[in-house]
């Protein structure tokens, strides 16, 4: 089982805006989910995955090199759900996108990753 599934990754051009969804797969790991940090991240095959943002279980966020502004995490606990606002995007941020989880901001859970093609 899965314990994590991301959503809304799909094809963009430059310049439009996304939002992509982290949520818990199963009861069990739903019902914990709002007591992980959870972070955003991206990889292009053959780089080291690069952190986008994180966020804690009690929503303090923190953002990557050069991401704040462009990108922004949030969590809703009711829906169990973290969530990545992406604006302006370039097609530079064509990568998989994952969500991680994990106490203590180490992720230990991780998703398959969406994909995000930026192109005209």
């Known amino acids: 089982q899965v314990p994590l599934v991301e959503s809304g990754g799909g094809l963009v051009q430059p310049g439009g805006s996304l939002t992509l969804s982290c949520e818990g797969s199963g009861s069990n790991f739903r019902s914990v989910f709002s007591a992980f940090d959870v972070g955003w991240f991206r990889q292009v095959p053959g780089e080291r995955r690069e952190l986008i943002a994180q966020?804690?279980?009690?929503?303090?966020?923190k953002y990557g090199e050069n991401m704040k502004g462009r990108f922004t995490i949030s969590r809703n606990n009711l829906e169990k759900r973290v969530s990545l606002q992406m604006n302006s995007l370039k097609p530079e941020d064509t990568a998989t996108y994952f969500c991680?989880?994990?106490?203590?901001?180490?992720?230990?859970?991780w998703g398959q990753g969406t994909q995000v093609t930026v192109s005209s």
């Open positions: 991680g989880a994990g106490v203590n901001e180490k992720f230990d859970y």
């Open positions: 966020i804690t279980r009690d929503s303090a966020a």
